[in-house]
Nanobody, 124 residues
Framework: QVELVESGGGLVQAGGSLRLSCRAS????????MGWFRQAPGKERKFVAS????????DYADPVKGRFTISRDNAKNTVYLLMNNLEPEDTAVYLC?????????????????WGQGTQVTVSS
């Protein structure tokens, strides 16, 4: 059973940057696609980005395209989300998860083993 722990969140001014990390323990995730989602208070969980096992396929939600970059280091069993040019609308809890079917996609139903999340707050 895999456990995911996110870190790297914090308070940043608009235009700033953060790099989130999602470290897996319990088993390797080198053969799994991974995804990042975010959830603002009172709103549904939304897809942010995904990456396949070999890093040759990535996908991004339209609001973050060109600003966020997902990557992974399989030797460290870790997935990253680099967020540049942050906007107040990016404020949310950011969670990572495992692509349980290996199909990717933007639906949260395709993912499991969710971490607890890390809070990102962007001030204007």
């Amino acid at each position: 059973q895999v456990e995911l722990v996110e870190s790297g969140g914090g308070l940043v001014q608009a235009g700033g940057s953060l790099r989130l990390s999602c470290r897996a323990s319990g088993r390797t995730i080198r053969n799994n696609g991974m995804g990042w989602f975010r959830q603002a208070p009172g709103k549904e969980r939304k897809f942010v980005a995904s990456i396949n096992w070999s890093s040759d396929t990535t996908d991004y939600a339209d609001p973050v395209k060109g600003r966020f970059t997902i990557s992974r280091d399989n030797a460290k069993n870790t997935v990253y989300l680099l967020m540049n040019n942050l906007e107040p609308e990016d404020t949310a809890v950011y969670l990572c998860a495992v692509d349980k079917y290996g199909l990717g996609g933007q639906s949260s139903k395709n993912y499991d083993s969710w971490g607890q999340g890390t809070q990102v707050t962007v001030s204007s």
